[in-house]
């Protein structure tokens, strides 16, 4: 299996190793978010499904651990971070990855929201004063949250370390309590009472299923690390979430279902002691110092969720910036303390508003939580679907045809004619028979290839199978949640369609205002497609060629598709923030406007294409070409010593007014 360090890490692997995340810290950082769930979501889901709390949970464990497998694909395959909208946009087009930043955003605004306002009812269990003041203290929270993040102090890593570690071990003190007043019959008997005076039809079943995903929100924050972890990132995102799968899993399930049955219904059923019921299974099963440290660690748990919701906001909002759907404003930052104050503002009033809006009616709120969650849920497990699909049907391709060496090239055989309506399109032409590169360099290409995911049929195997049709099935549970929401909970579906309207709308005017520049925002892919038959053009910096190298490629294409690289030179950066979403090429701002101009021709020409971005180091071409698999690769003649490692069967030059451009084809079916 080819190893991650093998290949070069678009994300940039800036700062040093020691500075980024391990598998125990990610754990923490994801554990501080999930684990939070269990003390709001009892008292939400009983009013919903009553005693049935417990068992839909239960149920959507299963989903949950379907959703980790392919959270932990979409964090290794996306190293630059970015979760739903990285996803979206790649797999399908940045349109729709906008969308998923919108989402994103519905489910952060109303974490933070909530999270505060729980935080602030179970520090009432304490001190009982605050509890008739609890709206106006979370409004004032939230506002002291953003005011910390402004100047400058935010998340860490390690206090996340610490909160999560006093979460699990509450948490399991509870359960040790429980379990040491009740017999293992006892236990097994609260199964069956789940079910006393219930019906399980099919819409009970479709509502409290949906329901139950929020007991799990706070899984999408591991795509988030991405950026910030250990390599090799299959190894620390295996082990964190496995961590995850078992502290979740042997935690909220059984709190759930002890706080829901084990305790007098007129808690469950008051609105302001459902709010604080895990504290007060501690008092109940075992004594009030234990429902003290439970409401003490809870609060302040909750608190700090809410400030990782907050921080999660303002980089969305850099995100979709830097992205250009957002105005370029929200970029700015504080001269002094270097902080994006204008994001960070926006981020700390979002949540305000549904808590006034709902007058901090915490069980609207879990309701309103659904639509945002689940939406950026069902929109990451599609897109990853797509590349999954995208890459067994290239492989399909390849198995059908051989080896990938004697694949024909979609535009035909015969070269001679290719050749000349190449050739009729030039000034000046020149036929050029290259020798074959050295033995050294053909080892390392045949190294490259036989790495490759496509070749030897790697994604057809028994595992890749079935973890495609796995996915397929999540995808299908997880838009099954979503829409039962959107109809079960219209509260939810009003305000996070209304969010969804406002980004979108602000986001096609920015979009709008850049097309009259003549300048489009693009998305990238990290991932090469196999695209035989198309023209690859390579882009550089401070290139004046770079013009006609865009035209060549397209008035060339003849209907094939034509992959752009540009090889930027972004200087290295220190290691990102926690869930800060770290792409170079989004730092590279002459890329950024070279991309966008070709996204102009594109689309008048209507020529399929595909962006890519590569820093510039050796190979960097060379890999790219033998993934794709181009019949022409095109640059400027000058930068010719970016092509090696490439044999190509011919090159052809032409002078343009903008200088000399390189034309080098490849008949791949000829090659043995």
């Not at 799990?216 to 961590?243: D, H, W």
């Not at 002890?258 to 008092?283: H, M």
Request: proline share 5%.
């Amino acid at each position: 299996m080819k190893k991650e360090t093998s290949k070069p890490d678009y994300a940039g692997e800036v700062g040093e190793r020691s500075s980024r995340l391990g598998p125990v810290l990610c754990w923490a950082v994801v554990f501080a978010d999930i684990g939070t769930s269990v003390y709001y979501v009892p008292g939400i889901l009983y009013r919903n499904v009553g005693s049935l709390a417990g068992f839909f949970v239960f149920m959507t464990m299963s989903v949950f651990v379907l959703l980790t497998l392919k959270y932990s694909e979409v964090t290794r395959r996306y190293p630059q971070g970015g979760g739903v909208i990285t996803v979206a946009a790649q797999a399908i087009n940045h349109w729709v990855g906008a969308l998923g930043g919108m989402f994103i955003l519905v489910d952060y605004f109303l974490t933070a929201a909530i999270s505060c306002l729980s935080g602030i009812l179970y520090l009432s269990v304490v001190f009982p004063a605050m509890g008739p003041y609890a709206l106006i203290l979370a409004i004032g929270t939230l506002i002291l949250l953003g005011i910390l993040n402004l100047v400058g102090i935010s998340a860490s890593a390690k206090v996340s370390l610490a909160g999560a570690v006093i979460a699990f071990l509450s948490d399991v003190a509870l359960l040790v309590t429980v379990f040491s007043h009740i017999s293992i019959h006892e236990f097994l008997s609260l199964f069956p009472s789940m079910f006393v005076g219930h019906e399980l039809t099919p819409v009970i079943i479709l509502v409290g299923f949906s329901s139950s995903f929020l007991a799990f929100s706070g899984l999408e924050s591991i795509s988030q690390l991405s950026p910030v972890m250990k390599t090799p990132r299959k190894n620390t995102i295996g082990i964190a979430l496995a961590l995850v799968v078992l502290t979740v899993g042997l935690t909220s399930p059984l709190l759930t279902m002890f706080s829901t049955l084990l305790l007098p219904k007129s808690v469950a059923e008051d609105p302001v002691l459902s709010t604080q019921i895990i504290s007060l299974l501690g008092g109940q099963w075992g004594n009030t110092a234990l429902e003290t440290e439970v409401a003490i660690s809870a609060g302040a748990l909750l608190v700090f969720a809410s400030n990782t919701a907050i921080i999660g906001s303002y980089y969305v909002f850099l995100a979709l910036s830097r992205m250009q759907f957002f105005p370029g404003a929200l970029l700015q930052r504080n001269s002094r303390r270097g902080t994006p104050h204008f994001a960070i503002v926006l981020a700390t009033i979002a949540p305000i508003i549904p808590l006034v809006l709902v007058e901090g009616n915490i069980t609207l709120l879990g309701d309103m939580y659904a639509f945002g969650l689940l939406a950026a849920f069902t929109l990451t497990c599609l897109g990853l679907d797509i590349v999954r699909h995208r890459e067994r049907k290239a492989a399909k391709v390849l198995r059908d045809r051989g080896e990938p060496e004697n694949e024909q090239l979609e535009n035909g055989g015969d070269h001679s004619i290719r050749e000349m309506e190449v050739g009729s399109n030039l000034s000046f032409a020149e036929d050029l028979t290259l020798s074959t590169e050295s033995s050294m360099m053909r080892d390392k290409m045949n190294e490259e290839n036989s790495n490759h995911l496509y070749n030897g049929g790697k994604v057809l195997n028994f595992w890749h199978t079935f973890k495609f049709y796995i996915g397929l099935l999540t995808t299908v549970l997880v838009f099954t949640a979503w829409t039962t929401n959107l109809v079960a909970k219209p509260l939810a579906t009003a305000f996070g369609g209304t969010v969804t309207i406002i980004g979108m709308s602000i986001a096609y005017f920015n979009y709008a205002r850049h097309k009259r520049q003549e300048h489009l925002p693009v998305a990238i892919t990290h991932n090469e497609e196999y695209l035989p038959g198309s023209t690859l053009a390579v882009l550089m910096p401070d290139s004046k060629v770079n013009a006609a190298v865009m035209h060549s490629a397209i008035n060339n294409a003849r209907g094939n598709a034509v992959v752009f690289l540009y090889l930027g030179m972004t200087p290295a950066k220190p290691t990102p923030n926690m869930l800060e979403f770290h792409d170079p090429y989004y730092d590279d701002e002459q890329a950024k406007k070279t991309f966008g101009r070709v996204e102009h021709l594109a689309q008048k020409t209507k020529v399929k294409h595909l962006f890519l971005y590569r820093p510039l180091e050796p190979y960097a071409v060379v890999h790219v070409w033998n993934a794709v698999h181009p019949y022409e690769t095109i640059i400027s003649a000058e930068n010719t010593s970016q092509m090696q490692g490439i044999n190509p069967d011919r090159i052809r030059f032409e002078l343009t007014p903008e200088g000399k451009i390189s034309h080098l084809m490849k008949y791949w079916s000829l090659t043995s």
